[in-house]
């Protein structure tokens, strides 16, 4: 009865809505008796999530619960066959019941939280994308083991084989590994330190000795014929014929070792670590040149597809195949950049192209230049910016070697935003050069300059040598006593910041009694002395005389 009395107490206030101190004191009674009635809670638990589990496929979980018309359960979990089965002594069995129906929903909810996710299909194909080997669907894949592919190193048909072929190859190539994997593990069992080759191996050996005879025999005439006739019909979109080229078991090798490697990228595409259109453009056709790209650039998508570019070297348009680029130079005007001619001496001339006169020329540049710079993140913003091109001139037109770009504006100073030289005109000495002309036109607007960072790999090492070249020749020419580093960057040009790094890497910037010393290393100097002598005249060297140009108003 004092229970009962404190039910009674503790019930529900005239607004619908439980007390929250009666609420508190009944779970302090309900805890106090779940020692008693825990085996009984724990059945009534266990059966209504049953009961829970098996109502999961109706449309409202929830509601089912509220609305259940089915007979109550009894301790053991099963319907009562008569109400004398029904525990109705104690004066919390309505409450037992109303909370092993919440732990049920809990428990449920529960279910479905943890219910394993439908995965994802781990292979993601972009139907857009096509292999760049003509007339391929790209259905099949060189490994066998994937439904389509999207480059030239997966395509069955520029391997000169098709898709069932290559699911074949598959297939007898993974019977030769486990059989391999078995052998290997046999002889692992039984392996010594100085084991001697078995009977099977040696047998091996003499049928792989016996295959290897006739593959320095050479092709005969009617072979000939055919490499070349398919050679004349596909070019290079085909791979070459391959047999009889060498033995079978060579070209088995070498079959073996293509699909690895297909197989290696395909896994590294599947995980995002290649994507399709990624650095497609291997190679650039470029003048006389055909260049290997290092970086992604990011050419529209139809020709970011292909596996090679073919620009034109003066006008820098680029063009999917050489049959356009061939026509297009019949009838391109242009010999040599747009804009003004600011420095020429000898064949080597500088233009000034400003971006937003020759946005279409600038643009084009960039892209080309992001092909072998992995820091470049500006393309086709290119209005604010001056750009500075250097050529080669012979008898054909000015060819490009390298160019850098800087800001019209720059409220740091900077007399460099991104510089390059193209990979055919390197050690050379043309990089130096356009760093030199770059001082050379900060020295003509009588600022300190400096270039942007970050740079390149490359970039950092040129820049890293022309600092300590113009330190030591200023070091070899001065005649004082006293040395400022304020007076090298009035003379130089170059900034204060960059001339102390410098002096620190060449270990020629001393802290002594409190002040820091300029050290004059004179076997660095003589070092660098007797390199000039061996350069000669030859050296490639901007001549400020030969410059004709005005800083530009607003500057």
């Not at 356009?324 to 000898?346: F, S």
């Not at 971006?355 to 072998?372: D, M, T, V």
């Not at 001056?386 to 850098?404: K, P, R, S």
Request: include cysteine; charged fraction near 30%.
């Amino acid at each position: 009865m004092p229970r009962r009395r404190q039910r009674l107490m503790a019930g529900s206030g005239s607004d619908g809505t439980e007390d929250s101190d009666s609420s508190a004191e009944r779970e302090q009674t309900n805890s106090s008796e779940s020692d008693g009635n825990r085996p009984k809670r724990q059945r009534l638990t266990r059966a209504s999530t049953r009961l829970s589990q098996s109502s999961q496929d109706t449309s409202d979980l929830k509601q089912t619960a509220d609305h259940d018309e089915s007979p109550p359960l009894t301790p053991t979990g099963n319907a009562p066959s008569s109400e004398s089965e029904l525990d109705i002594s104690s004066p919390n069995a309505s409450h037992d019941e109303g909370q092993a129906k919440d732990q049920a929903n809990r428990d449920s909810d529960k279910d479905l939280s943890h219910r394993p996710k439908r995965r994802r299909c781990h292979e993601t194909y972009n139907f857009n994308m096509k292999c760049p080997t003509p007339g391929c669907n790209s259905l099949g894949h060189l490994t066998g083991k994937h439904e389509r592919h999207f480059a030239v190193s997966g395509c069955p048909l520029y391997h000169n084989l098709s898709a069932d072929e290559c699911k074949v190859k598959a297939v007898s190539r993974e019977k030769q590994e486990d059989e391999l994997k078995l052998q290997e593990e046999s002889n692992s069992r039984h392996a010594t330190r100085h084991q001697t080759p078995t009977s099977k191996q040696s047998r091996y050996k003499e049928q792989v000795a016996e295959m290897r005879k006739g593959r320095n025999s050479g092709l005969q005439k009617e072979q000939k014929e055919k490499h070349m006739e398919h050679r004349q019909a596909h070019g290079n979109t085909r791979e070459p014929l391959l047999e009889n080229i060498t033995s079978d078991y060579d070209l088995e090798l070498f079959r073996k070792a293509q699909a690895r490697a297909s197989e290696d990228l395909e896994k590294l595409r599947i995980q995002g670590q290649i994507t399709e259109g990624s650095n497609m453009i291997k190679t650039i056709l470029f003048g006389r040149y055909e260049l290997d790209t290092w970086y992604h650039s990011p050419y529209p998508e139809e020709y970011a597809r292909l596996g090679r570019l073919y620009v034109c070297e003066f006008c820098l348009k680029y063009m999917k195949s050489q049959t356009i680029l061939r026509r297009h130079m019949a009838k391109c005007v242009w010999k040599h950049p747009p804009g003004d001619e600011v420095y020429r001496k000898g064949a080597i001339s500088v233009f000034e192209v400003d971006g937003k006169k020759n946005k279409i020329y600038c643009q084009n540049l960039c892209l080309l230049a992001k092909l072998f710079l992995d820091h470049k993140t500006l393309y086709y913003d290119v209005e604010p910016f001056l750009f500075y091109v250097m050529t080669e001139a012979d008898n054909t037109g000015c060819h490009l070697v390298g160019y850098f770009s800087k800001e019209k504006n720059s409220f740091l100073n900077y007399n460099v935003s991104c510089i390059l030289t193209m990979p055919q005109y390197m050690r050379q000495g043309f990089g130096k050069m356009l760093i030199d002309f770059s001082y050379l036109l900060s020295k003509v607007e009588e600022k300190v300059g400096s270039p942007e960072r970050p740079l390149s790999d490359l970039g950092l090492i040129s820049y890293r040598s022309y600092w300590k070249e113009v330190l030591l020749r200023y070091m070899h020419n001065f005649q004082g006593k006293e040395i400022s580093i304020k007076e090298i960057s009035q003379e130089t040009a170059v900034n204060p910041v960059d001339i102390v790094s410098t002096l620190q890497s060449l270990q020629m910037l001393k802290y002594w009694k409190g002040k820091h010393l300029v050290l004059k290393r004179q076997d660095l100097i003589d070092e660098w002395k007797a390199k000039e002598v061996k350069r000669g005249n030859g050296n490639k060297t901007i001549d400020p005389s030969s410059l004709k140009w005005t800083p530009p108003k607003g500057t």
